[in-house]
């Protein structure tokens, strides 16, 4: 807990000096080991070929952290298009239903009720769609004399 608070301010608050964050300790800890391949290595070819493998290893840790992100903004552009999909479904024109509902030649008013009740839930979609026009009255009338009764 003390070494997160002291990332966040920077300060150690008992004795007022500076911090290091980890970023800091870490290019000091490869700064430091450059240094010491520097003084164990005495032909200049052997510091080159390890300068050329750090640079290598850092290139493929790179590229291990951008392959990990496109990968992730891959599968985040395919959840947001699967909850545009969703949301725009909510909203596919039914205007079949409300056809329906006009030539059971119903008020107004108890059209524009049927029609929001019937679109509340697939299964009410799907079951008035699948009766016989008759029935369908039959089915429109009970659901509407429920809505008054307040038991929908």
Do not use: C, H, W
């Not at 608050?13 to 490869?30: G, I, K, Y």
């Amino acid at each position: 807990m003390y070494e997160r608070l002291a990332n966040i301010f920077r300060t150690d608050r008992a004795n007022e000096n500076l911090v290091e964050v980890p970023t800091e300790m870490m290019d000091e800890q490869s700064y430091n080991e450059d240094d010491i391949d520097i003084e164990n290595d005495t032909s200049p070819q052997v510091s080159q070929q390890s300068q050329v493998s750090q640079k290598k290893r850092k290139r493929n840790d790179e590229d291990r952290i951008i392959l990990t992100l496109d990968r992730l903004f891959e599968e985040s552009r395919k959840r947001m298009q699967m909850v545009t999909d969703a949301i725009m479904k909510g909203n596919e024109d039914r205007s079949d239903i409300a056809s329906e509902l006009k030539k059971m030649r119903l008020y107004v008013l108890d059209q524009i009720e049927a029609l929001k009740i019937i679109l509340e839930k697939p299964q009410n979609i799907s079951m008035f769609m699948s009766l016989d026009d008759d029935v369908r009255k039959v089915y429109v009338q009970n659901i509407l004399a429920a809505t008054t009764r307040g038991s929908t």
